[in-house]
């Protein structure tokens, strides 16, 4: 089955500590997204990736960072500069290879991160 | 700035009844428009999708959406809401004629009746 996978469901992470939310897709989409959901403000980007080892920040890029060595992976660290970071964090891909496919997101289940 | 406005934060409708969700965007040429579903605790999962031509568009599980370019609008309707539906309803837009660039709205939650 294609699709695209986060790991862990939940996290926990102490202050002052950096941790890293894995993303994987085998949909074999170019591009690949990283957002943040918090209640009642929908979804913030925070990087996005249209092709290996690019990427560029999104509208809420300060305290996370990225990599995309491997087309089907992008993961993303929180670090410790990020000063509100307990949030739900969410991986999207996508083709946008021609007019169908352009602009459609593919979700990942999502990682609830709680920072104690 | 572009930005999407879902006027409504929480709906709740009975089985069996009509749904309409609102949105509306500003921008200044005609985007991408979107109308993704999340159940609690999960990712989202796109309904349907406006580029161009028909500004009536139908999508997954019964649910369609009309663009209205002269409203600024993109409104989300179904005919007979099941319980099933209970869900948060985000509307997106892509002004960056499909390269990456999506906005989406504060999301609406739906609530379901008996």
């Known amino acids: 089955d294609g699709g695209i996978t986060q790991s862990p469901k939940y996290l926990f992470r102490k202050e002052g500590q950096n941790v890293t939310l894995s993303c994987e897709q085998n949909?074999?989409?170019?591009?690949m997204y990283w957002y943040r959901q918090d209640p009642g403000q929908g979804l913030r980007l925070i990087y996005y990736?249209?092709?290996?080892?690019?990427?560029q920040k999104g509208d809420i890029a300060e305290g996370y960072s990225v990599s995309r060595e491997k087309k089907e992976s992008f993961p993303l660290t929180v670090t410790s500069a990020q000063k509100n970071p307990t949030a739900f964090y969410l991986c999207?891909?996508?083709?946008?290879?021609?007019?169908?496919?352009?602009?459609?997101?593919?979700f990942g289940p999502g990682t609830r991160l709680t920072v104690l | 700035a572009q930005s999407v406005t879902q006027p409504d934060i929480h709906i709740t409708v009975s089985e069996g009844a009509s749904l309409e969700l609102r949105c509306n965007y500003s921008?200044?040429?005609?985007?991408?428009l979107f109308w993704y579903v999340q159940s609690p605790g999960q990712g989202l999962q796109l309904l349907l999708k406006y580029f161009s031509g028909d500004t009536l568009v139908q999508g997954i599980k019964g649910f369609e959406a009309e663009f209205k370019r002269s409203q600024s609008s993109f409104n989300l309707r179904k005919p007979s809401v099941h319980w099933s539906d209970a869900a948060e309803y985000f509307c997106?837009?892509?002004?960056?004629?499909?390269?990456?660039?999506?906005?989406f709205g504060t999301g609406t939650k739906l609530q379901v009746i008996p």
């Open positions: 949909l074999n989409h170019d591009a």
């Open positions: 999207a891909s996508s083709l946008n290879r021609d007019y169908q496919s352009i602009g459609t997101q593919y």
């Open positions: 990736s249209q092709i290996v080892n690019d990427f």
């Open positions: 997106a837009v892509d002004h960056s004629g499909g390269y990456q660039k999506v906005t």
């Open positions: 921008y200044g040429a005609t985007p991408y």
